[in-house]
Nanobody
Framework: QVQLVESGGGLVQAGGSLRLSCSAS????????TAWFRQAPGKEREFVAV????????YYADNVKGRFTIPRDNAKNTVYFQMNSLKPEATAVYYC????????????????WGQGTQVTVSS
């Protein structure tokens, strides 16, 4: 099993940047594909980005492509989420999630979740 803790959320102005971190404890974090999802008030949880277990492959939602990146450092058991050129519609609670095996964009496929970190983008 793996335990996940997100950090780095906060308030930022539109056009600004934030870097989130997802720190993992437990065994063999490098065996887990890791994704970021977000959930805005009154909306369903949506996929944002995912990275495979080695860090060699990533996939992004169309609305963040080119602005957000999801690097990982398996030596530090951490996956990051660099968000640039933020827009007010990015305001949400951001969650990291992990699953063994290949990556997936559906929340139901991830058994391990962090508690979430709030990101608020002001206009």
């Amino acid at each position: 099993q793996v335990q996940l803790v997100e950090s780095g959320g906060g308030l930022v102005q539109a056009g600004g940047s934030l870097r989130l971190s997802c720190s993992a404890s437990g065994r063999s974090f490098s065996s887990y594909a890791t994704a970021w999802f977000r959930q805005a008030p009154g909306k369903e949880r949506e996929f944002v980005a995912v990275i495979n277990r080695s860090g060699g492959s990533t996939y992004y939602a169309d609305n963040v492509k080119g602005r957000f990146t999801i690097p990982r450092d398996n030596a530090k058991n951490t996956v990051y989420f660099q968000m640039n050129s933020l827009k007010p519609e990015a305001t949400a609670v951001y969650y990291c999630a992990a699953r063994v095996g290949w990556y997936n964009i559906f929340p139901r496929e991830y058994p391990y979740w962090g508690q979430g970190t709030q990101v608020t983008v002001s206009s």
